[in-house]
């Protein structure tokens, strides 16, 4: 069981952010105690309709691909989009950013999400790309020098992993130290023993 790659959709992990199924979390079990299996955050994914649900005519997609490093040794590759939109008063039909603008457009991205991440361990940053507050920041940043709407966080990829630290490891899945599920707390309720919680 240890290293094998578990997925799940985010809103089976928090109940309460239905509005995020489309959102899939990628866990790898570290270590089995038992009938129980610790994981940590091993990517996230987008469900493919969602990504053909926001590709539309006469607008500009932009993808920007950046490799950071958290601040516990965790390098990732971060896939974004973003679409141009419309500005206020606009009479044109097409909304087409130039290739300039596109490339700062990119190195914005860029830096927003190297620092981000590089202040933040590696349960930060999953709660960082599984809520709104990077795509927030860069929709506001960026839409200076061209509007953009739909900036999603398309994927997250492992690409390095420290050494596991399983003193740290059991510490992160210490129920008296982290808010667990409402759904967890109540299967625990009712079985009276622990559970599997697949949350990191």
């Known amino acids: 069981m240890k290293g094998r790659v ?3 959709m985010q809103a089976d992990l928090a109940p309460n952010q ?22 940590s955050f091993y990517g996230v994914d987008t469900t493919k ?10 607008k500009t997609l932009i993808e920007c691909v950046s490799d950071v490093k ?6 990732l590759r971060v896939f974004v989009i973003a679409f141009t939109r419309e500005s206020v008063n606009q009479k044109r039909k097409t909304n087409y950013a130039l290739s300039s603008q596109s490339k700062i457009i990119r190195k914005k991205i860029s830096d927003i999400i ?3 991440v590089a202040k933040a361990n590696i349960t930060e940053v999953l709660k960082l790309f599984t809520s709104e507050v990077v795509e927030k920041k860069i929709t506001k940043d960026a839409s200076p020098i061209y509007p953009l709407k739909n900036v999603k966080v398309r994927k997250v990829k492992v690409i390095q992993r420290p050494n596991v630290d399983y003193h740290k490891l059991n510490e992160m899945h210490d129920p008296e130290k982290r808010i667990l599920t409402k759904a967890t707390e109540k299967v625990q309720g009712r079985k009276g023993k622990a559970v599997r919680d697949t949350n990191v």
Do not use: N
């Not at 969602?50 to 006469?58: D, F, G, P, Q, W």
């Not at 958290?70 to 390098?75: A, I, M, Q």
């Open 6 to 8: 578990v997925a799940s």
């Open 114 to 116: 190297a620092k981000e």
């Open 49 to 58: 309709d969602e990504v053909c649900s926001l590709i539309k005519k006469r």
């Open 18 to 39: 239905d509005s995020f199924h489309w959102r899939k979390i990628k866990l790898i079990v570290d270590q089995t105690e038992g009938r129980q299996a610790i994981t």
């Open 70 to 75: 958290s601040s516990d040794g965790y390098v």
